[in-house]
């Protein structure tokens, strides 16, 4: 049950967002243990003044093109599911769009599936 915010430069696409999110998905749930109906994401594109980062801060280089991954996710996964997570991510946005490993992001977050309301105010009572 991840809520995923990718944050992506002011000039990306439609259809480039769609791809991005269509990998991200996949790649959650090919490595992060979430089943494929469980798909919730926030796209933002904010301008290069609203994207203030860091181009060398424990990385080869990040251009304009540097995104970020925020994943609130319900359950803990381990630390080989995280790993996999980011490497796999990496690697399809690289070899199904040409982004660079250095422009890509990922902050994973975990909090309590009793910390979830997912409809009619209810809360969530255990794991989805």
């Not at 381990?78 to 902050?107: F, G, I, W």
């Amino acid at each position: 049950m991840p809520l995923t915010r990718i944050t992506l430069p002011e000039q990306t696409s439609e259809a480039r967002i769609a791809l991005i999110g269509d990998i991200l998905h996949r790649t959650l749930v090919d490595t992060f243990d979430v089943p494929p109906q469980d798909r919730f994401q926030i796209v933002e594109k904010l301008p290069a003044s609203q994207r203030i980062y860091d181009p060398h801060y424990l990385s080869g280089g990040r251009s304009d093109d540097f995104m970020l991954f925020t994943l609130l996710a319900g359950k803990p996964r381990s630390a080989a599911q995280k790993a996999a997570l980011c490497r796999t991510l990496t690697q399809r946005l690289a070899e199904q769009l040409a982004v660079r490993p250095d422009d890509v992001m990922v902050v994973i977050q975990f909090n309590s599936a009793g910390d979830w309301s997912f409809s009619n105010g209810t809360m969530l009572a255990g794991e989805a």
